[in-house]
């Protein structure tokens, strides 16, 4: 049995440990050749690279963030005759199966191309920890521990200077990393794309906590939020309007606009501080890299049993198979009755 591996979207801690589970468990017990397609589906659509993944490729990767295998957001379905190069490609390397990894725009890719007669197996993952149909996706911790550092270490800082801080961490569609590392920060507001941003109840939260004594304020925003408007939401804040191949316009700048706002509002000096692609940087977290070899292992697993166009999944503790295309339900976001916990500490 040949087996393709992918790794597809924006990168995330993690990846490497996911690789290196399949490598280790495909080669020493399952006796599959394990291949590395490189740069996600784009590999597979320009016919390469592909090479084998021996043991020594993946020895003590797990530590290390990024993909060995590169990545990119290439949509097949974007390109002409896409299906048709992908097969002609798996032909060419006699791949019998291929094991994605990747958030909700890989896996759907990875659903369709089930459809299509392709034997397929998703990973699901992304720090924004939104797709649907797993608890949780890897990535996460090690982006809301990243966050959570910086949040403390802009805290000495706004309380030196008596300064409003807003600290933009990422988050499309979901506030997750913002609420996570919001809560564990101690953040004075949190604000996500969930729920419109109220601009007069934030700045009475900070007059009102400026009264009190309590001299700057700690704000979470996430990259998506929005300002409420006329019943409705303002625009999103754009770094980039370009759409790439699945739809997505890169946001930033939240953080700098509410900034603006609230100095003009109340006075007091603000200032931000927008985290970016630092939440995906670097190592990932001990939570991750266990994940990440847990959903490895499993997928090679579904391989064994052939149990083509299912994804691994987290459901409360354990690791389990579940339809590709649970991925492509709603996107999972914070509910009424979990942003209830951080609105305790809010003001
Ligand atoms: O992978 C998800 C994500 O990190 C989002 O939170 C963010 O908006 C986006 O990717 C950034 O993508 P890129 O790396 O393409 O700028």
């Not at 399952?30 to 590999?43: A, D």
């Not at 295998?69 to 290439?74: A, D, E, F, I, N």
Request: proline share 3%.
């Amino acid at each position: 049995m040949n087996v393709g591996v992918l790794t597809g979207g924006g990168d995330c801690p993690g990846l490497n440990a996911v690789i290196r589970a399949i490598v280790y468990k495909g080669l020493n017990q399952y006796k599959y050749n394990i291949m590395g397609i490189y740069e996600g589906w784009k590999g597979l659509l320009e016919g390469g690279p592909i090479a084998p993944l021996t043991i020594e490729d993946v020895v003590g990767i797990q530590v290390r963030g990024g993909t060995i295998l590169k990545t990119s957001r290439t949509n097949p379905f974007k390109h002409k005759k896409g299906i048709e190069l992908i097969k002609k490609t798996l032909k060419k390397y006699k791949l019998d199966a291929v094991i994605a990894i990747g958030g909700e725009d890989t896996l759907g890719v990875a659903a369709r191309l089930h459809q299509e007669g392709i034997k397929v197996i998703g990973v699901p993952k992304t720090i924004d920890n939104d797709v649907a149909g797993t608890d949780q996706t890897f990535g996460f911790d090690t982006a809301v521990n990243i966050a959570t550092e910086a949040i403390d270490r802009l805290r000495s800082t706004a309380e030196a200077h008596n300064r409003v801080f807003l600290v933009e961490v990422m988050g499309r569609h979901a506030g997750w990393i913002a609420v996570q590392s919001g809560i564990a920060g101690g953040a004075h507001m949190i604000l996500v794309p969930e729920y419109p941003i109220d601009v007069d109840k934030l700045v009475t939260g900070i007059v009102k906590r400026h009264a009190r004594g309590e001299e700057y304020s700690l704000i979470v925003v996430a990259e998506g939020a929005r300002l409420k408007k006329d019943g409705g939401q303002s625009d999103y804040i754009l770094q980039e309007p370009e759409k790439d191949e699945f739809g997505h316009v890169r946001l930033g700048g939240i953080a700098y606009i509410l900034a603006k706002i609230i100095e003009e509002k109340t006075g007091f000096e603000c200032r931000n501080a927008i985290l970016g692609h630092i939440q995906r940087g670097g190592k990932p977290t001990a939570f991750d890299r266990v994940l990440s070899t847990r959903y490895g292992i499993h997928a090679i697993d579904l391989i064994k049993q052939k149990k083509f166009g299912q994804m691994v999944a987290l459901r409360g503790t354990k690791i389990v198979g579940t339809p590709l295309v649970s991925a492509m339900k709603k996107a999972k976001t914070i509910d009424k009755e979990y942003y209830k916990i951080a609105e305790v500490f809010f003001g």
